[in-house]
């Protein structure tokens, strides 16, 4: 069984050009944990007053930037971390690298995140079982999504059981995180969809996981993208014969813009440009099964028409620019709940 080699302190003293208040050295040999300060701070039955702490850092009143309550450096060419952090009972797992901080176990920040780059391990040679969403899917990933309400919130102040409080609780960051406004999903409406996507705390809570949800918003991308270029006629670049019985084509005098707002819920506005020698023309509105819904006749004249949602109904519905029989432009409107 390995060994613990605990360091010697010495008095406060001035160490090259560090003042130590307390200065602890171990010279690391093999076989053995190395440890030059320890902090045991623990009884073996459970309080519900005051505090534990192992090790307690101060840092203030030093070079602006340059104080740190706690500061772990790693030093040499082996794997390792500066701080490292476990809920584990055993001295720690590899550290596969070197690392100014190392977490081993769920990890919970309080408050917000800045970080340059956010990586998840994703490389193919780390999975299994693979298999593509467009097989797993039940119905299409783009319906589902629009179906998730996307909300806009406040957080409200955390209520801490009786038998947890005590004099030293403090609510200062409650207080800050509810004035701030924030936008994301119900977890509770997308565990109904994806339930993967969604875990449960240690504190009963449900939280999402908005980093998976990327790939799946990416494939919702890709079945719209499937569904325009069937509208359009496109198939791997051969023109399809035609749609609703109009062939489809581009002319550069005569453009389509994107309706506003979008999505909607009431009511929005198509916005479009004619040339001048137009014949016929209109704005007509299809469902995703290419079915012809609405057709708005319009002129060199005109160029905007209006669109209420509630003749519609809820979902995603494609609209296109015809003139003179050909399909100029082909885009996409969400009507909203």
């Known amino acids: 069984m390995n060994k613990l080699s605990v360091g010697e302190y010495t008095s406060p003293s001035t160490f090259n050009s560090?003042?130590?208040?307390?200065l602890s050295q171990t010279v690391v040999t093999s076989g053995k944990f190395n440890i030059s300060l320890y902090g045991d701070s623990r009884n073996y039955t459970n309080f519900y007053s005051g505090r534990s702490v192992g090790v307690l850092g101060v840092a203030g009143y030093s070079?602006?930037?340059?104080n740190y309550g706690v500061f772990g450096r790693l030093c040499g060419t082996q794997n390792g971390?500066?701080?490292y952090g476990s809920i584990y009972d055993d001295m720690g797992s590899d550290v596969g690298g070197k690392y100014a901080g190392y977490f081993y176990g769920p990890t919970y920040v309080y408050g917000t995140l800045t970080a340059i780059n956010v990586v998840t391990p994703s490389d193919i040679r780390l999975k299994e079982n693979v298999v593509s969403l467009s097989d797993t899917e039940k119905g299409s990933t783009l319906e589902n999504l629009l179906g998730m309400n996307?909300?806009?919130y406040n957080y409200k102040q955390r209520e801490i059981p009786e038998?947890?409080?005590?004099?030293l609780s403090s609510n200062r960051g409650d207080i800050q995180l509810q004035k701030e406004k924030h936008y994301g999903l119900s977890a509770q409406e997308l565990q109904a969809?994806?339930?993967?996507?969604?875990?449960?705390g240690q504190d009963g809570y449900l939280g999402v996981n908005y980093v998976e949800l990327v790939p799946i918003l990416i494939r919702a991308i890709q079945e719209l993208k499937e569904e325009l270029d069937a509208v359009k006629g496109i198939d791997t670049g051969r023109r399809a014969p035609t749609i609703t019985g109009v062939s489809v084509t581009k002319a550069d005098a005569n453009l389509l813009y994107q309706n506003t707002p979008n999505p909607f819920k009431e009511q929005t506005t198509i916005r479009f440009s004619l040339a001048d020698d137009v014949q016929e023309a209109s704005i007509s509105v299809f469902?995703?099964?290419?079915?012809?819904?609405k057709r708005l006749p319009i002129s060199s004249g005109m160029d905007s028409v209006s669109v209420s949602g509630y003749e519609l109904g809820e979902g995603m519905f494609l609209y296109s620019l015809i003139v003179n029989g050909q399909v100029i432009d082909t885009k996409r409107m969400v009507i909203s709940k």
């Open 18 to 22: 560090y003042q130590n208040g307390i």
């Open 287 to 293: 469902d995703m099964t290419g079915k012809t819904i």
């Open 81 to 83: 971390a500066g701080v």
């Open 150 to 152: 996307v909300i806009e």
């Open 163 to 167: 038998a947890e409080r005590d004099t």
């Open 63 to 66: 070079t602006s930037g340059y």
């Open 193 to 200: 969809i994806y339930p993967n996507l969604v875990k449960e």
